[in-house]
């Protein structure tokens, strides 16, 4: 939660019903668009490819924080070696050995 979200809720719920109405409202042009048979605009296909490398970036950034923060609970600093060790322990908490891990692990054992 934001502070916008904590001092203006009605605001910020405004704001948030707007953004699930404007992705619905692009998942139906685009579905349309596959259904026409033809390929998405050059610039939609960019801009897929960019949110795609974002995403594998921030899996990949969530890893990395969940290996120093595991470290520096246990003793309170840590090292690029013992970082690097742990990313290995760590991809394999989500399931999946991807280089990355999911950012609700972290939401999860932060509370």
């Known amino acids: 939660m934001s502070l916008f979200d904590f001092f203006f ?5 405004a704001t948030h019903l707007r953004s699930i109405a404007n992705s619905a409202r692009y998942q139906r042009r685009r579905s349309a668009r596959a259904s026409a048979g033809g390929p ?3 610039q939609v296909a960019a801009l897929e490819q960019r949110v795609a490398a974002l995403e594998a970036d921030l899996g990949f950034t969530s890893l990395v924080l969940a290996a120093v923060m595991a470290r520096l609970d ?18 394999a908490l989500d399931g999946v050995n991807d280089g990355r891990l999911d950012v ?8």
């Open 9 to 13: 809720p009605e605001q910020a719920q």
């Open 40 to 42: 998405p605009p050059p």
């Open 74 to 91: 246990a003793r309170g600093h840590v090292t690029n070696a013992e970082v690097k060790s742990l990313i290995a322990e760590l991809d």
């Open 104 to 111: 609700s692990y972290l939401r999860d054992t932060a509370t």
